[in-house]
């Protein structure tokens, strides 16, 4: 038993022991595996303590694996053979060896039922701690709002304050500039009152002079009167009390220090600097733009540039774990900012939809509509459809020596006309056949091009990138449909104002591209061709190079002809038949 211990210890020997005892099973056609050495332990000759110890550590050894569906599985098999029985049985064994085997096995057994247990209640607390942390974040959410809600209307109470405050010190200037006009006035006035009571009282001075000269009998052969001395000159602003005016101060520059050399120049800064430097923003006003959706704080390239620098699920992780900001970076105090914005890549994604719907619709609108005119200038354009009729009856002449005839052609076969050449004039194609027999016989099919309108306009239209961003329009709208629901009554003014202005507008869209889509459905089936294998790039392309090879193919059948008529001598030019292979 110990030896049989000893190689299931060694790197391999647990498999070499495990086919050994099947092998012996096979052999000895026992019904259970170990059943004989079970056997020999429950039913020993003799009882031999350090034999039952030497197997209960064998048994131990061999189910300790380190796969743990390989262990159960072991186990049970013990379980099945009557080990645990065994164990029960002899609990009450004197021998402290065989006492700590058996605890040893017991101690290694798996509670396949407890983990079980353990599982499902560990699903159950998840699930509650997934609808927890759902309630946290919409409270959260709730309570940002409520904060946004207070910036927004404090930042607009703060306008109005300031405006009062502005309003308020222009009436004070202007009151003490009316103030001081009023008192330069009643000065002025006082001056002129106080200069004329004193030439009034000098005067009386200067009769009651009279009146005692005259009365005295004084004879006054002339009296002189001179004029008032005028008051001499205010001192000018800088000369009160004779004071020299100050001196002149010294033009700037003149006395600043001479540096060395040129500084050094600033290090360039970061890209997360750069970022926040055009957002212009702090957390605070982006939380409450963002739960607002206000578009005039937050515009649509700010929008853009939050998309791009919006952390990670990692970096969420790691900020929400570190808890503090002290010792970051102002960049990592702004990005652990960001992240505890509730739900902001999804309502940047809703703004984003704000920003660029208009844009988009503009975009949009005229390529559907490019589509679905040419669709069906080329459905109903007779003289086009006459046109392929004759190409057909060229393809079968020139195939009904070796083949039967055909009732159609694909469209890519419109190319090859331009391209099969004359054996004997290397200069001619089969296009120039066509035209020619065309110009002669059918005359009024050369006008079929001013059938197949807007032919060219849709040739440049990316289809399959139309209805990507047709797609992606419509998915964002439906995410700022679903946003309002959420909402409700809490909805931003600006996203219920936005869904109301722009609903008739997205459904008008949507039917304009449903109507293309099915109007090129039915052009191109009726063409023998499919929409999913040829884009209406494709299709309107090879119409337009169509068209501009059979114009060119006129123009050199018209010179062709004008120059054999001057070689000619102005003859009628013969009929010459084109032989192609």
Request: with cysteine; hydrophobic share 35%; net charge negative.
């Amino acid at each position: 038993m110990q030896m049989l211990s000893s190689i299931c210890m060694v790197q391999g020997g647990q498999e070499l022991v495990s086919d050994a005892f099947d092998q012996f099973r096979l052999d000895y056609r026992e019904r259970h595996r170990f059943q004989t050495l079970m056997y020999f332990i429950r039913n020993p000759p003799e009882f031999h303590v350090e034999f039952l110890s030497s197997a209960v550590q064998f048994l131990d050894i061999f189910s300790s694996v380190e796969d743990l569906n390989q262990k159960v599985y072991l186990q049970y098999e013990m379980h099945l053979l009557g080990l645990d029985d065994f164990i029960d049985e002899m609990a009450e064994c004197m021998s402290d060896e065989l006492q700590s085997r058996m605890s040893a096995y017991v101690n290694g057994e798996v509670d396949v039922a407890a983990l079980v247990e353990d599982s499902q209640q560990k699903a159950r607390l998840m699930e509650e701690c997934e609808q927890l942390k759902s309630r946290l974040s919409q409270a959260n959410e709730r309570v940002q709002e409520v904060e946004a809600k207070w910036i927004t209307d404090k930042a607009a109470l703060d306008r109005r304050l300031l405006d009062l405050v502005r309003e308020r010190e222009r009436m004070q200037k202007d009151y003490e500039v009316q103030e001081g006009t009023w008192k330069k006035t009643i000065s002025e006035k006082d001056r002129q009152a106080r200069e004329q009571q004193s030439r009034l009282e000098q005067k009386i001075q200067e009769l009651e002079a009279i009146q005692k000269t005259m009365q005295a009998g004084l004879q006054v052969q002339q009296q002189a009167k001179s004029p008032p001395t005028p008051p001499p000159p205010a001192p000018g602003p800088h000369r009160e009390n004779g004071a020299p005016p100050p001196p002149a101060p010294p033009p700037a520059g003149i006395l600043a220090p001479v540096t060395g050399g040129p500084p050094a120049p600033p290090p360039p800064p970061s890209l997360s600097t750069i970022t926040r430097r055009k957002l212009a923003l702090e957390p605070r006003e982006i939380m409450a733009a963002v739960h607002q959706m206000d578009l005039d704080t937050l515009s649509a390239d700010k929008v853009d540039i939050l998309s791009r620098i919006l952390p990670n699920d990692e970096e969420r992780k790691l900020f929400a774990e570190r808890g503090d900001d002290e010792g970051l970076s102002d960049e990592d105090r702004f990005m652990a900012a960001l992240c505890e914005i509730e739900r902001l890549e999804h309502k940047l994604s809703v703004m984003r939809v704000m920003a660029d719907f208009d844009e988009s619709v503009a975009l949009l609108e005229p390529q559907f509509t490019h589509v679905t005119a040419a669709s069906k200038c080329a459905r109903e354009a007779t003289m086009f459809h006459r046109v392929l009729e004759v190409i057909l009856a060229f393809g079968n002449y020139m195939n009904s020596c070796r083949k039967g005839s055909v009732y159609g052609f694909r469209l890519s076969s419109l190319d090859s006309l331009a391209i099969m050449k004359s054996p004997s004039d290397r200069s001619l194609t089969l296009l120039h056949m066509v035209v020619e027999s065309i110009e002669r016989s059918f005359p009024e099919l050369m006008k079929f091009a001013d059938q197949l309108k807007f032919v060219d306009k849709a040739s440049g239209v990316q289809w399959d990138s139309v209805l990507s961003d047709m797609k992606e329009l419509e998915a964002g709208f439906e995410t700022a449909r679903k946003e309002r629901a959420l909402k409700r009554d809490n909805c931003p003014v600006a996203l219920a104002e936005f869904l109301k202005t722009h609903d008739e507008r997205m459904k008008q869209l949507q039917e304009h591209a449903k109507l293309a889509v099915k109007t090129y459905e039915t052009c191109i089936e009726f063409y023998g061709e499919s929409a999913r294998t040829m884009p209406p790039n494709d299709f309107f392309s090879r119409l337009g190079k169509f068209i501009a090879n059979f114009n060119r193919c006129k123009q050199e059948n018209d010179a062709r002809d004008a120059a054999e008529k001057v070689r000619n001598f102005g003859l009628p030019r013969k009929g010459g038949d084109m032989a192609f292979l």
